[in-house]
């Protein structure tokens, strides 16, 4: 059974992924949103909840070789099944991850 992690992460509006130098920009730091997030060996996943109705969020995944995107989703989705995900199975594996919200 692969070993699945899961947890709740409160993102700010300027994250930055110290392994790659990655910045992302956003959401004022007084305004949070509340986001889970999931991941395995090679793929990150995140969901962020109805804080804050028109933004925008994504999954960003340091890779052992590069980096991985997932697409843009809506925060605004009451049901919390809006997942991105990022992927780095051609990348060497996952070795960590954030969130983007914009």
Do not use: E
């Not at 004022?28 to 804050?52: E, I, K, L, M, Q």
């Not at 933004?55 to 960003?60: D, G, I, M, S, Y």
Request: hydrophobic letters at 35%.
């Amino acid at each position: 059974m692969r070993n699945v992690k899961r947890r709740t992460a409160t993102v700010i509006s300027t994250l930055a992924l110290a392994t790659s130098g990655l910045l992302a920009t956003g959401t004022p730091a007084a305004h949070a949103v509340t986001c889970n997030v999931w991941s395995d060996r090679n793929t990150y996943g995140a969901t962020c909840g109805n804080d804050f109705a028109g933004k925008l969020f994504r999954a960003v995944a340091t890779c052992r070789n590069g980096a991985a995107y997932g697409p843009w989703k809506s925060a605004s989705d009451p049901t919390g099944r809006n997942w991105s995900y990022a992927y780095c199975a051609n990348k060497g594996g996952l070795k960590s991850g954030d969130i983007q919200v914009n």
